[in-house]
């Protein structure tokens, strides 16, 4: 029975960080970071991460490497900008075609063609900032006020409330969520159980591409115009939410929805929590980069400890 | 009375629960060419490499020119003179010959800080005009070389420990006829040098042919140790599959039984690379259909390329019996109710760091899925403590990572997770290999069960006896192609089938 | 002639043609010195970057700190530079800076187990952090980063091209006649096989680290003897700064069976600085379309040098 409570540690260490950091914030900030307003700006500003690191999570499961998002946001944001003053859904849609073709792209070199997905994601990443540059040239774009709407706090969260159940749905309870974390487990035995395997990849750069499609309309509705920083480093604050979230860098069975979720408001809650706080703003960033050290070294430690402690 | 040069005394090793290596004990002299023999899963490869210093024993004792002999490492065991060429070890494919011969021990041919490449180039050289080794291309990485060359590379690497004792592990499969040759010349010069070598080989006749005496292993024990001269291939395979059948092992019926109707339906199967050449067979309803052949005889590659899996291009037919279906791809097969399991477990088999559950339930992922892709966890749990159930797996819970279980009980998990679902028929590669005796027994009852209910099997196997106690014919392969076809009776006798292999 | 000798005078013959035909298409314009010497130029800088991430990444680091980290160097470089200590201090202060910020990420991956990808992000984010608040507390007090203005020999000719020649035998040597870097790539590719040849992984990985940081130093130098000054960039866009070098690199790897890495990488880097080069002399705007290019050059080598590739590839 002792296994099962080392498991369970496990399981809470992102919970337990979450809770460290608001009681750190509570009292460094006098409590201002925990006022109704700021909580939802806190809010309103992880839901474009949370859903990118939801597509995210389907390659970091099968073990893959995406860093497109940012570039692609920011060209998904741009072209959004101008389609939304001749019809908004049709923007909207446009952004998460862009997404899902970007994707899907990634997915087939990374699958069909055997390149590795971070040589890809990276030639991809440089093309689509390019592109980003070349659709904006000069011009910016002021969106029509309807779109705004997005930037609602009711209707952005009901948004995201709806994609973190679909996103759930599909990762924890399809073939599909179960096949992509199998494979980052150990694709050839996938392979041999006779799954399609490309198929699952391909499929789940085309979700990573996908829902940074549907971020990117939030960013843009969020920034209020089109502009090519959009999404810089955007990737990056991915990656650091899920890795101090808990979820593994080779992928695998111990990736969750939950994690990518709790992860993305240590990040956000961390970047505000800092400012509030009054440290500037290069120290902010200093103290995220130690956090995220510490976290993982310590998240690293104890999934040692459980899994010999399981006989593994 | 010739010197004695290695004498091993009641030698233990032990994986888990498997007994790899049970009170080993050997003497051999100088100038000794000793042969290994026995089946896969004997013993042969522990022993060499505990010899070698890749791998510490358990207990007992060594003795290397009468000093105590306990080699850490590999380096270790070179300073004492002792080397080995190991079977899957290979080379660097980015480093130059002379650079993966002398890896590790680089530093001798600095100058003035640089490594000479001249110098280790010629001292590279030297070892294979020593002991007149074929030339290979030494300054050009390993990744230009052939297979062969590439082995030449680690012999010299060998040699370059000027060994009194040298361990070849399977060194002559992958060499051509010539090449061939220059290790047997090789082997002559160490006889008379007062060298010895332990020499691993598939090859029978080459066992007995070059040795001067062979130490047979069974089940990780000594059978015996005997002179070559006047010893026969057959009186070599009777020692090392001279198993006792024990209670109800394999089958003891002597005739075929199985149904006409057929499920397995394989015409023309060839691969683009050679490794099987237009290969027929046809599977029927309740039967058992062994293959054997010797390891390059294309047995493995059969199965994965009948289940849809391959490296180079299928071309031919595979047909389901029933439905008439053309199976391409495993998914056809898993859908007429088809499976196979791979020869290499833990690479191709199982998900070594998941939960026993979630390897249960990659087989069955389809029928799991609902309505609206909906997959129930607890239905997953149900079917994955079933199969845990009904093949009495040996773990804490279905929640436990499969990591350090035992051979036996990963093979229940491999296997179990297959026959939980209502099968047709299931490819078998090497079922029983690298399991303990106990769950081999079990194995052979399952099969047995399910031949009765009428499930066809192909098993193909590394194991004459095992086909023989099981099949009810036999496939023997040859160079890719099907030499032979054997049904249970009279004729289903090792020398008939080893006749043909070889 | 062995096979690789074959697969190279095809390659450099290909590389060759296609240069011949620039020049032709471009009315003579490729191929001209002055031109020649531009590519060049430009291309020492991902060239020092990639040889540095050669040594960081072959034995298994992929460390993404490497933009925060030539960034940081070279500003500390211009620093000590102009207190009055001139190339010493350039040249040192790149060096020690960027050898530290290497230790600090490869310890994190080594010795406390972070994984490398990780342990990069984390150290990226440190050291731009690091350059930033440097740049806020000289602002505050009414200064700048350091500029350099009187040492930037190292980013013209000739000092540019000495730095490149000096980098690269270094490089070379190194990588492929010392046991350091024969061991490197023995771990890089099969640390079981090294470990049983009694290499020390570890102690490997370390000191090839070190000599990474020294290149990430000089790149830094080099950087910023061509620009004249750095600037602090913050949000992980460092990433950026480096992804030509990435791009070199990777077009090296996918000539390794053709090249070794260092040499691999002078061609990766000049091919590169070509692309760019030709494309604006055919007046390919720059920032759009020439970058779309080298991504899908990219894309192309990948495809070419993984057509055979059987094994699990992530």
């Known amino acids: 029975m002792t296994k099962k409570r080392v498991f369970n540690i496990e399981v809470l260490i992102p919970f337990i960080i979450l809770a460290v950091m608001v009681v750190i914030f509570a009292v460094s900030t006098q409590g201002k970071l925990f006022t109704a307003a700021s909580l939802r700006t806190l809010v309103k500003q992880t839901i474009s991460l949370m859903i990118a690191g939801l597509g995210m999570l389907f390659v970091a499961a099968i073990g893959g490497c995406d860093i497109t998002q940012g570039s692609l946001a920011g060209l998904c944001a741009a072209v959004t900008a101008f389609a939304a003053t001749y019809s908004i859904p049709l923007a909207i849609c446009l952004s998460i075609l862009i997404g899902l073709v970007s994707g899907t792209f990634l997915g087939v070199v990374n699958a069909k063609f055997r390149v590795p997905s971070f040589m890809v994601s990276l030639a991809m990443m440089i093309g689509l900032r390019a592109m980003v540059s070349q659709v904006l040239g000069n011009n910016s774009v002021i969106l029509p006020i309807p779109y705004l709407i997005l930037d609602d706090f009711k209707v952005s969260v009901t948004v995201l409330l709806i994609l973190i159940v679909v996103i759930t749905y599909i990762f924890h309870y399809t073939a599909f969520g179960a096949g992509c974390q199998a494979i980052g487990e150990n694709e050839k035995a996938v392979k041999f159980a006779g799954v399609h395997v490309d198929k699952f990849k391909i499929g789940a750069y085309a979700m990573s591409g996908l829902m940074t499609g549907i971020a990117a309309v939030f960013i843009l509705a969020r920034v209020g115009g089109s502009s090519n920083v959009i999404g810089l480093g955007f990737e990056m604050r991915i990656m650091m939410a899920l890795y101090i979230g808990g979820v593994p860098v080779a992928g695998g069975f111990a990736s969750k929805v939950y994690k990518v979720v709790v992860g993305a408001f240590i990040i956000q809650l961390l970047e505000s929590g800092l400012l509030l706080s009054n440290v500037a703003g290069a120290m902010t960033q200093m103290i995220r980069g130690f956090v995220l050290l510490f976290v993982v070294f310590i998240m690293v430690r104890i999934n040692k400890r459980a899994r010999a402690a399981a006989g593994a | ?502 | 002639m062995t096979k690789q000798q074959k697969s190279q005078v095809i390659f450099l013959a290909v590389f060759a043609a296609v240069l011949v035909i620039c020049h032709l298409a471009s009315k003579g314009i490729v191929l001209s010195g002055s031109n020649i010497v531009n590519v060049m130029l430009h291309a020492v800088f991902p060239m020092f970057a990639a040889w540095g991430m050669m040594f960081i990444f072959t034995g298994g680091l992929m460390d993404l700190s490497v933009g925060a980290n030539l960034l940081l160097a070279g500003n500390v470089g211009a620093l000590l530079a102009n207190m009055g200590l001139g190339y010493a201090g350039l040249i040192i202060g790149a060096v020690v800076t960027a050898v530290l910020a290497t230790q600090f990420t490869a310890h994190c991956a080594i010795t406390f187990d972070i994984p490398a990808w990780v342990a990069g992000l984390g150290g990226a984010l440190i050291l731009e952090a690091i350059l930033a608040q440097w740049a806020n507390v000289m602002a505050a007090s009414s200064n700048t980063l350091p500029a350099l203005k009187n040492y930037r020999g190292l980013g013209k000719t000739p000092g540019a091209f000495i730095l490149m020649a000096v980098g690269f035998v270094v490089a070379f040597l190194i990588f492929n006649k010392t046991s350091l870097g024969i061991n490197l790539q023995a771990v890089g590719a099969n640390p079981t096989v090294s470990k049983t040849m009694g290499i020390n992984v570890r102690k490997t990985i370390i000191l090839s680290t070190i000599i990474g940081g020294v290149f990430i130093g000089i790149s830094g130098v080099n950087d910023i003897s061509l620009a004249g000054k750095l600037s602090a960039i913050t949000g992980l866009n460092s990433l950026g700064t480096i992804s030509k070098a990435l791009s070199a690199t990777l077009l090296a790897n996918s000539l390794i069976n053709i090249f070794t890495k260092p040499v691999g990488i002078v061609i990766s880097s000049v091919i590169v600085a070509l692309l760019f080069n030709v494309l604006t002399i055919f007046g390919v705007p720059s920032g759009t379309w020439q970058n779309v290019c080298l991504g899908l050059l990219i894309i192309l080598c990948g495809v070419l040098s993984h057509l055979n590739e059987k094994g699990v590839v992530k």
């Open chain 2, 1 to 502: 009375m010739a010197e004695e040069l290695l004498k091993i005394t009641n030698l233990n090793k032990s994986f888990g629960m498997t007994h790899a290596n049970n009170n080993i004990c050997l003497t051999l002299e100088k100038g000794e060419i000793r042969c290994l023999a026995g089946e896969n899963g004997s013993g042969k490869s522990t022993l060499t490499s505990i010899i070698s210093g890749m791998q510490p024993f358990d207990d007992g004792s060594m003795v290397l020119n009468g000093k105590e002999y306990k080699p850490a490492d590999p380096l270790e065991a070179n300073a004492r003179k002792v080397a080995m060429v190991v079977q899957e070890l290979g080379v660097i494919t980015a480093l130059t010959g002379s650079m993966n011969i002398y890896l590790g021990q680089t530093d001798q041919f600095r100058r003035n800080g640089m490594v000479s490449t001249r110098a280790m180039g010629k001292a590279a050289e030297a070892i294979f005009d020593k002991w007149h080794i074929p030339k290979v291309p030494l300054g050009i990485p390993c990744a230009h070389l052939t297979m062969e060359q590439r082995k030449m590379v680690e012999l010299a690497r060998a040699l370059d420990a000027d060994p009194d004792l040298l361990i070849l592990d399977e060194i002559t499969q992958s060499l051509s006829h010539d090449t061939r040759k220059v290790i047997y010349e090789l082997k002559d010069r160490f006889k008379q040098e007062g060298r010895s070598m332990i020499i691993i080989s598939h090859d029978l006749e080459e066992t007995v042919e070059i040795s001067d005496s062979i130490t047979i292993l069974r089940d990780g024990e000594v059978v015996e140790t005997v002179r070559s001269d006047g010893f026969t291939v057959d009186d070599l395979k009777q020692k090392m599959v001279g198993r006792k059948m024990e209670g109800d092992y394999y089958r003891t019926d002597t005739a075929p039984s199985y149904e006409e109707s057929v499920l397995l339906d394989v015409k023309d199967l060839s691969l683009a690379d050679g490794q099987l050449k237009n290969i027929s067979l046809q599977l029927h309803k309740g039967e058992i259909l062994g293959v054997c052949g010797l390891s390059d005889a294309g047995i493995h590659p059969l199965g994965s390329a009948i289940w849809g899996i391959s490296d180079s291009k299928r071309s031919g037919l595979v047909k389901d019996g029933v439905t008439g279906k053309e199976l391409k791809h495993p998914k056809d097969m898993i859908a007429c109710g088809g499976s196979y399991l791979s020869k290499n477990r833990d690479e191709e088999g199982l998900m070594m760091e998941a939960e026993i559950r979630n390897n249960m339930y990659l087989p069955s992922m389809q029928e799991l899925t609902g309505k609206m892709k909906f997959t129930s966890p607890a239905a997953v749990d149900r079917l994955a403590q079933k199969a845990y159930d009904d093949f009495d797996v040996k773990a804490t819970s279905i929640h436990q990572p499969i990591g350090r279980l035992s051979g036996g009980n990963k093979q229940k998990i491999n296997l179990g997770r297959w026959l939980v679902k209502d099968l047709n028929y299931i490819i078998l590669d090497c079922p029983t290999r690298g399991v303990d005796v106990g769950v081999k027994a079990y194995i052979y009852s399952v099969l047995r069960k399910k031949k009765e209910e009428g499930v066809g099997i192909l098993l193909i196997t590394d194991e004459l006896t095992e086909a023989i106690g099981m099949a009810d014919r036999i496939l023997v392969l040859k160079n890719g192609e099907l030499a032979a076809e054997i049904e249970r009776g009279e004729a289903f006798t090792e020398s008939n089938i080893i006749e043909v292999m070889v």
